[in-house]
T-cell receptor, first 118, second 111 residues
């Protein structure tokens, strides 16, 4: 158990719909990262928040947005869903905002949310 | 942008055989991390390498960071069925607050 929780575990929805994925980081971790993993694919970085502020953006579509709340949990909002958005969405957390090579930048991944768009 | 390539993409081995996956970056890395993802699971942090030429061992796993800090390898000695999974390397890029993951090497072990 990494200490990172994600809900829901599975989500099945239709094209055009909007969904919200939720993540609670490990206690004490200020950074939250969102990744997308398509079937048999690698991990694609979407976005990072640190202590409530957006810090970095990867290849995140404009239809996707995220936020981190004062209690440090984060939500990833996916709208106007397309079939190609079907994937595993992982949240990860770490203590620090930067991967500087110190022990504080270990990422702990949640169990993921499997999104299926029909 | 930065690219991190891993080879091979897949590897089938007989239990007891050795296994190696290689990671190559298009840019010099300040550090590199390795993760393992079991089938149906989530990535789990294995190790971080920071120094040029660094070698670290975890039981049967040996991790190496190249002298130029642009490549890395993970070697597993005498694989076991518990080693099954996908191994990813990842390196920081941008302002150092993002990780680029390699495509992963999926290891399958025949008992």
């Amino acid at each position: 158990d990494s200490g990172v929780t994600q809900t829901p575990k599975h989500l099945i929805t239709a094209t055009g719909q909007r969904v919200t994925l939720r993540c609670s980081p490990r206690s004490g971790d200020l950074s939250v990262y969102w990744y997308q993993q398509s079937l048999d694919q690698g991990l694609q970085f979407l976005i990072q928040y640190y202590n409530g502020e957006e810090r970095a953006k990867g290849n995140i579509l404009e239809r996707f947005s995220a936020q981190q709340f004062p209690d440090l949990h984060s939500e990833l909002n996916l709208s106007s869903l397309e079939l190609g958005d079907s994937a595993l969405y992982f949240c990860a957390s770490s203590e620090s905002a930067f991967f500087s090579g110190r022990g504080t930048d270990t990422q702990y991944f949640g169990p993921g949310t499997r999104l299926t768009v029909l | 942008g930065q690219q991190v390539m891993q080879i091979p993409q897949y590897q089938h081995v007989q239990e007891g055989e050795d296994f190696t996956t290689y990671c190559n970056s298009s840019t010099t890395l300040s550090n590199i991390q390795w993760y393992k993802q079991r089938p149906g699971g989530h990535p789990v942090f294995l190790i971080q390498l920071v120094k040029s030429g660094e070698v670290k061992k975890q039981k049967r796993l040996t991790f190496q960071f190249g002298e130029a800090k642009k490549n890395s390898s993970l070697h597993i000695t005498a694989t076991q069925t518990t080693d099954v999974g996908t191994y990813f390397c990842a390196g920081p890029w941008g302002a150092g607050n993002m990780l680029t993951f390699g495509g992963g090497t999926r290891l399958m072990v025949k008992p």
